[in-house]
């Protein structure tokens, strides 16, 4: 398998810059992908009739996995939190994150205290991108940080289980 396309950088010591490329790291995955958009845009234009439709279905689709296919760059300042990709920079102040989780495989920093359904949409993940301690010291010294305890950030309930009834106690 191929390295992994992962770089990381300290242009000063006030901030942390690095990229992460998963069609990179996941070849197969990437060529998959892309074939089935191939397939999906051929099924559209021949079942509609339409081959602007054609067209577009597969870039609504690729827009909506673009952070896959493209390399996304990632800078912590001391100021803000910017996230690049597909040519948009997202760019969210320290001061509107409330609450960071650590997983496996990232830091997801949200807006608000608790879990909400909203953070999904509203929240930054962060993925470490080889560069794990580095990442986690710099958002520990902005925002308290949890270890995640199941369950995908902004999943809700889901990660919680069901909870039982209790049973009756006059049976």
Known sequence: ???PERSVSAPSADSLEWSVWPAREKP????VLLASLAVLGVVIAQGTGDKVLGVAAPVFVLASVGSFIAKTEYRLSPDAIEVR?????????WAEMRRATVDRNGVFLSPFEKRSWLEAYRGVRLPFGGNRDQVVAFVESKVKVST???GEPGSGRRGQGRRKAAPDAGR
């Open 148 to 150: 995640d305890g199941g």
């Open 1 to 3: 398998m191929a390295e």
């Open 28 to 31: 197969w995955t990437a060529a």
């Open 85 to 93: 990709t597909l040519g948009v920079v997202r760019s969210r102040p």
